[in-house]
Every structure is written in C-alpha cells, then in structure tokens.
Nanobody, 126 residues
Framework: QVRLVESGGGLVQAGGSLRLSCAAS????????VGWFRQAPGKEREFVAT????????YEADSVSGRFTISRDNAKNTVYLQMNSQKPEDPAVYYC???????????????????WGQGTQVTVSS
C-alpha cells in the first residue's frame, strides 16, 4: 500500500478554480492508478476522475467532464485535480485513492482502491 495526503482544498467562489494535490509516499507510486472521489454530507462517496500509472489514460465522471482535469507527475509522486467552473453541487470532501495498475481498465469504484487519503474539504460560495 501507499500513503496518500491530499491538500489544496478550501473556499472558492462559484465559477472559480481550485487545484487539489495528492502526494504519495513510496518508490512504486508510478505503478499505481489514482482516483479522486468526493463525498458530500448525507451522500455516498462518488467517483470524480481516475488516471493510469503512466498518465496517458484518464477518465472523468460526466458531472465534472470538461470542468475537472486529472494529471500526475510521477517524479514528484503527486496527482493533481484541477477544478474549474465550480458549481454549487461540487462542495464535498475530496479523497484520492490508489491501487496497483494492472492495465485492466478504468478504476471508478471505491472498491477498486485499497489505499485512501484522509480527504480535503472543498467549499463553494455563491
């Protein structure tokens, strides 16, 4: 497993932008697929985006497609989530998760991942 720490959350105005970071420990981070999920109060944790170990393959949920972009820098052991055009439905605790990438397709379920960060809060003001 790998240890993950999210950062970059905070308060953003509706329509604004925010970038989250997910920093990982471990020399094998470049072999992991990484996903971002979010959980609003009273709701289930939902998939946001995922990226393959190489960064060449990404997949975003329909609700954020065209607004959010996932990327990674394996030299820095970090995955990013660039969030643009924030909407009222975006506030949540955002979590990153990692799992060994066996090239079996996109990992978009919470059960696909074995390592999780502690989360970072994103709040949107109107």
């Amino acid at each position: 497993q790998v240890r993950l720490v999210e950062s970059g959350g905070g308060l953003v105005q509706a329509g604004g932008s925010l970038r989250l970071s997910c920093a990982a420990s471990g020399r094998t981070f470049s072999t992991y697929a990484v996903g971002w999920f979010r959980q609003a109060p009273g709701k289930e944790r939902e998939f946001v985006a995922t990226i393959s170990w190489s960064g060449r393959s990404t997949y975003e949920a329909d609700s954020v497609s065209g607004r959010f972009t996932i990327s990674r820098d394996n030299a820095k052991n970090t995955v990013y989530l660039q969030m643009n055009s924030q909407k009222p439905e975006d506030p949540a605790v955002y979590y990153c998760a990692a799992e060994t990438d066996y090239g079996m397709g996109y990992l978009y379920r919470t059960s696909d991942y074995s390592s999780w960060g502690q989360g970072t809060q994103v709040t949107v003001s109107s």
